[in-house]
C-alpha cells in the first residue's frame, strides 16, 4: 500500500513513478523535454540577455551554455555557474532557466548555465569534465565576460547539486578559491543507504528506486560503493578548506539525509554554512513556482549569493 506523505497541498497530486535509465526511455524523455522547453522557455525577462555560447571542453570538443545578464551589469560582476537537475540523465527544462533568470536579476551576477553531457549514453566522467571545464572558461575568460574571477559561485539542484559540489572540490584541490557553493536538494552519496535513501521507495517526483537505479546509469561500469573522487562529492572526509556552502533539502525526498549530513560535517569542518530543511517539500518542489514556500526559498537562495558575492569582493 503507497504511503501517504503530509506534503503541501501544492504538491499533493505529483505522480509517484520509478524511472528506467535504458537508453530509449531516457531519449523519449528528453525527447519530450526538449518539446515542451521550446513551448515554455519564453523570451527572457526584461533587463537581462540570453546568449547561448559555446565552451571548449577538455574531452568533448565544444560543451553549449546559456549566458545570461543583466542589463547594466558594471565590470567586475561577480558570476554563478549553475548545473541543472535531472538525475545526470536528463535535460533542463524551462523552470531550470526561469529560476537561473531570477538569481541574475535578484542578484545582480552573470548566470553560465551548462548544457553538460548526459548518462547513460555519456556517463562519469563526461558530465562532471564538462562542468569543470565550464569554471575554467569563466576563469579564462574573466576580462573579456567583464566579471571578477574572485567572486564566482557554482550552484546546482538534485544531481546538478552534486556537480556542483564536486567541482567545488576539485577547484579546492586545484588551488582554485570560489566563493561558495549552493547546493539544491543534492545528490550527494552513492551507498543509497541514509535514512531517508532507504525509507522513502515511494514519494512523488523522486524516490529511492529511482535513486538507486540513477547512480548506476551514472556511474557506467563502475561500482556505486566504491565511486571515483568528486562522483560523490558527499562521501569526501577531507571539507576544511571547501567554499562557503548554502545547502537545502526536501522534507520528503531520499536526499534529504544525505545533504543534511553534508551540511553538518561541512560546518563542523569550519565551512561558513547555511542549511535550509525545507517542510512539507518533495524532491524538485521548485515546480510550483509561486508557492509561498519557493518563494521564501529563492529569498534564502539569493541572500546566500548576495552574501558570497560581497564577502569575496
Not at 543534492?186 to 529511482?210: K, M, Q, Y
Not at 544525505?258 to 530543511?277: F, I, S
Amino acid at each position: 500500500m503507497p504511503h501517504t506523505y503530509p506534503v503541501h497541498p501544492d504538491y499533493a497530486r505529483s505522480p509517484v513513478f520509478n524511472l528506467r535509465f535504458d537508453r530509449f526511455t531516457i531519449g523519449l524523455v528528453n525527447t519530450l523535454m526538449k518539446v515542451h522547453r521550446r513551448f515554455a522557455l519564453g523570451k527572457p525577462p526584461q533587463g537581462l540577455s540570453r546568449e547561448t555560447v559555446r565552451l571548449e571542453s577538455t574531452t568533448a570538443g565544444t560543451t553549449q551554455a546559456l549566458l545570461l545578464r543583466p542589463a547594466d551589469l558594471p565590470a567586475g560582476a561577480p558570476v554563478l555557474v549553475y548545473f541543472h537537475g535531472g538525475a545526470f540523465a536528463m535535460t533542463y527544462g524551462a523552470l531550470h532557466i526561469h529560476m537561473c533568470q531570477r538569481y541574475a536579476l535578484a542578484a545582480q551576477c552573470l548566470v553560465l548555465f551548462v548544457d553538460y553531457r548526459l548518462a547513460p549514453r555519456n556517463p562519469w566522467p563526461a558530465g562532471f569534465d564538462d562542468c569543470y571545464d565550464s569554471l575554467l572558461w569563466v576563469l579564462q575568460r574573466a576580462a573579456e565576460l567583464g566579471v571578477d574571477a574572485s567572486r564566482i559561485v557554482v550552484g546546482g539542484d538534485s544531481a546538478g547539486g552534486a556537480l556542483a559540489a564536486g567541482v567545488a572540490q576539485k577547484a579546492c584541490d586545484n588551488g582554485i578559491a570560489l566563493a561558495g557553493q549552493m547546493l539544491l536538494y543534492p545528490v550527494l552519496d552513492s551507498h543509497c543507504e541514509t535514512a531517508s535513501a532507504r525509507e522513502f521507495d515511494d514519494t512523488p517526483i523522486w524516490n529511492g528506486v529511482s535513486n538507486r537505479r540513477m547512480w548506476r546509469a551514472y556511474l557506467g561500469t563502475g561500482d556505486p560503493l566504491r565511486p571515483p573522487p568528486y562522483a560523490a562529492p558527499g562521501l569526501r572526509q577531507d571539507l576544511d578548506s571547501l567554499p562557503p556552502a548554502y545547502v537545502e533539502t526536501a522534507e520528503f525526498d531520499p536526499l534529504r539525509d544525505e545533504g543534511a549530513d553534508y551540511a553538518q560535517r561541512l560546518a563542523t569542518a569550519g565551512v561558513p554554512l547555511q542549511l535550509n530543511a525545507t517542510s512539507g517539500t518533495i524532491h524538485g518542489y521548485d515546480f510550483a513556482q509561486d508557492n509561498p514556500l519557493v518563494l521564501q526559498a529563492l529569498q534564502q537562495r539569493t541572500a546566500f549569493l548576495h552574501s558570497c558575492f560581497t564577502a569575496a569582493a
